[in-house]
């Protein structure tokens, strides 16, 4: 069992850049691939976007084609830690971010995570 907790999203301004952090409980961290996905204002509750995901050692990422040159994602296994850089921030970034996680390797579909965060808001605003 991995339990994850967002932290990172705020207000920020088209152009700008934040990094989220999601931070996860237990010691088999290193064991599971991670993702980020989004859920975007007046989208269902499960009706996820897929972001970014991230391979057990870090060593493969997979990537949203709109977000691909813009976001990071990157781990610490070291510190039970993903993180998702996000440089140009647009208004259609607007999202509430979730960091999922799962056994096997990365895929964006958001129904194969076992483990998810409550989410953190990231609002792209002027």
């Known amino acids: 069992q991995v339990q994850l907790v967002e932290s990172g999203g705020r207000l920020v301004q088209p152009g700008g850049s934040l990094r989220l952090s999601c931070a996860a409980s237990?010691?088999?961290?290193?064991?599971?691939?991670m993702a980020w996905f989004r859920r975007a204002p007046g989208k269902e509750e499960r009706e996820f976007e897929f972001?970014?995901?991230?391979?057990?050692?870090?060593?493969?990422?997979h990537y949203l084609g709109s977000v691909k040159d813009r976001f990071t994602i990157s781990r610490d296994n070291g510190k039970n830690t993903v993180y998702l850089q996000m440089n140009s921030l647009k208004p259609e970034d607007t999202a509430v971010y979730f960091c999922?996680?799962?056994?096997?390797?990365?895929?964006?579909?958001?129904?194969?995570?076992?483990?998810w965060g409550q989410g953190t808001q990231v609002t792209v605003s002027s």
């Open positions: 999922a996680a799962r056994r096997d390797s990365p895929t964006p579909g958001p129904g194969t995570y076992e483990h």
């Open positions: 237990g010691r088999t961290f290193s064991s599971y691939a």
């Open positions: 972001v970014a995901a991230i391979s057990q050692s870090g060593s493969t990422a």
